[in-house]
T-cell receptor, first 116, second 112 residues
């Protein structure tokens, strides 16, 4: 859904550099989700955030990865000291509220990270 | 913990025929939502259809319908009158009280 904006769409980093991926949710959405998709695999949940709060980070690697969703501005997924195994597509999604209700989750077009 | 299972890594269907993509789930949440997404080769995630756990009627959206069997915890996607453009990866997902989890996906190939 074009309403969720991710940038950059493609990012190339050398091993050891930092990667920052940004996600601007749809207008009015206060919940953001980050997913990682390795080549030929499904989406793996990483982290779920509300404004200024991390709700669930059970899918985040313990080291090098962090995420934030400040009161103002986009959500940031930060990967420090990237390694080749971090090469993947990173999808951001947003929703207006939590819970099971019919509020669906809208995805951005993804950010493709390549580590060389 | 929630778990989504798609047991068909790949499926083939003849153009204009119907195809069913399987999805089973496991959750302890009383209320939840079930979703199907399509991911073409271009990579974007396209929302197809949604079913709420308390919805009595099976959801339908054009050529897509969701065969929801709550007691069996299954939420199969039925695509009628397949088209060549339906060739893509299809992901089943479930949303409970918090996050949303995905199955491993099924790659559908429509044959002309």
């Amino acid at each position: 859904n074009a309403g969720v904006m991710q940038n950059p769409r493609h990012l190339v980093r050398r091993r050891g550099q930092e990667a920052r991926l940004r996600c601007s949710p749809m207008k009015g959405h206060s919940h953001v989700y980050w997913y990682r998709q390795l080549p030929e695999e499904g989406l793996k949940f990483m982290v779920y955030l509300q404004k200024e709060n991390i709700i669930d980070e059970s899918g985040m690697p313990k080291e090098r990865f962090s995420a934030e969703f400040p009161k103002e501005g986009p959500s940031i997924l930060r990967i420090q000291q990237v390694v080749r195994g971090d090469s993947a597509a990173y999808f951001c999604a947003s929703s207006p509220a939590s819970g099971y209700s019919g509020n669906t989750i809208y995805f951005g077009e993804g950010s493709w990270l390549t580590v060389v | 913990a929630q778990k989504i299972t798609q047991t068909q890594p790949g499926m083939f269907v003849q153009e204009k025929e119907a195809v069913t993509l399987d999805c089973t789930y496991d959750t302890s949440d009383q209320s939840y939502g079930l979703f199907w997404y399509k991911q073409p080769s271009s990579g974007e995630m396209i929302f197809l259809i949604y079913q709420g756990s308390y919805d009595e009627q099976n959801a339908t959206e054009g050529r897509y319908s969701l065969n929801f069997q709550k007691a069996r915890k299954s939420a199969n996607l039925v695509i009628s009158a397949s088209q060549l453009g339906d060739s893509a990866m299809y992901f089943c997902a479930m949303r409970g009280n918090n996050d949303m989890r995905f199955g491993a996906g099924t790659r559908l190939t429509v044959k002309p």
